[in-house]
């Protein structure tokens, strides 16, 4: 079974510029998390998204949205990109269903971005 | 405000026992989990505990107490490929809160 995908591997913008990050969950799984990651530091939760909807943002600003899609992939998006922005972002899918799930996340290659 | 506090660095001898601690504070707590994460790689889950206890799977343990909030990663048996990250992580409401990590290096 595939694992969850990330596009792109790699991404280099400017600042200003916006940028749009895609993810595939694990077949069957329905829920997506986005996570930022910067170099030494744990990943920071961004979103969860599970049947489409929005069930938790992080403290990261409106520059930052998401969505999930019919078949549960999911998009990142970045607007008026800041040099902070420079990460190791991370897509995870989790089974649906109770709390437990959410604690096992299967975590994607990330999308490394590297804003100029 | 909701933090998780690890050591920042571990050493140990192939063979050895290691054990990383992780003490929280959050609201809604439901949980702690324990990642792993390889230099370049993407995190892998390794283990939860939802209720007080020792959870065990092969060579690594975890342990939970909600009353004292702390858990920690028991790794028996040290291998060179156990040399990486390791995340502990709370779940609560509605996210996973990630602290800041343990970097483990084994030694032949």
């Known amino acids: 079974d595939a694992g969850v995908t990330q596009s792109p591997t790699h991404l280099i913008k400017t600042r200003g510029q916006h940028v749009t990050l895609r993810c595939s969950p694990i077949?069957?799984?329905?829920?997506v998390s986005w996570y930022q990651q910067v170099l030494g530091q744990g990943p920071q939760f961004i979103f969860q998204y599970y049947e489409k909807e929005e069930r938790g943002r992080g403290n990261f600003p409106d520059r930052f949205s998401a969505r999930q899609f019919p078949n549960y992939s999911s998009e990142l998006n970045v607007n008026a990109l800041l040099l902070g922005d420079s990460a190791l972002y991370l897509c995870a899918s989790s089974l649906p269903g109770q709390g437990f799930s959410w604690s096992e996340q299967f975590f994607g290659p990330g999308t490394r971005l590297t804003v100029l | 405000g909701q933090s998780l506090e690890q050591p920042s660095e571990v050493t140990a001898v192939e063979g050895a026992i290691v054990q990383i601690n992780c003490t929280y504070q959050?609201?809604?707590?439901?949980?702690l989990s324990w990642y792993q994460q390889h230099d370049g790689g993407a995190p892998t889950f390794l283990s939860y505990n939802a209720l007080d206890g020792l959870e065990e799977t092969g060579r690594f343990s975890s342990f939970l107490s909600r009353s004292d909030s702390y858990g920690y990663l028991l790794l028996q048996e040290l291998q060179m490929k156990d040399s990486a990250s390791y995340f502990c992580?709370?779940?609560?409401?509605?996210?996973?809160?990630f602290g800041t990590g343990t970097r483990l290096q084994v030694f032949p």
């Open positions: 077949s069957g799984h329905k829920s």
């Open positions: 959050t609201s809604g707590f439901y949980g």
């Open positions: 992580a709370v779940l609560n409401t509605d996210k996973l809160i």
